[in-house]
Nanobody
Framework: QVQLVESGGGLVQTGGSLRLSCAAS????????MDWLRQAPGKEREFVAG????????SYADSVRGRFTISRDNAKNTVYLQMNSLKLEDTAVYSC??????????WGQGTQVTVSS
């Protein structure tokens, strides 16, 4: 059974930083592209950042590019999302997911990030 477990969320003021972690177990983690997505209250889930299997290729939503950094440590089966210069609109539940084709096959339970003024 594959498990993805996020951690690192919390309450932070605007302009602050958080680092999210997503620990994977139950599969060959290093073989798969991993994405971070988020869902704010009343909004649809949206892509935040993605990273390929070896960490060489990354992609970001326009709304976070230059502020967020995705990385991975395959030896630790963990993917990270460093979030800097946080804004009110970054408030959401952040989830990691493993890519399969055009979609996702496994999701974590999510971690809440709340940015306050």
């Amino acid at each position: 059974q594959v498990q993805l477990v996020e951690s690192g969320g919390g309450l932070v003021q605007t302009g602050g930083s958080l680092r999210l972690s997503c620990a994977a177990s139950g599969r060959t983690f290093s073989s798969f592209e991993m994405d971070w997505l988020r869902q704010a209250p009343g909004k649809e889930r949206e892509f935040v950042a993605g990273i390929n299997w070896n960490g060489v290729v990354t992609s970001y939503a326009d709304s976070v590019r230059g502020r967020f950094t995705i990385s991975r440590d395959n030896a630790k089966n963990t993917v990270y999302l460093q979030m800097n210069s946080l804004k009110l609109e970054d408030t959401a539940v952040y989830s990691c997911a493993s890519k399969k084709g055009a979609g996702y096959d496994y999701w974590g339970q999510g971690t809440q990030v709340t940015v306050s003024s």
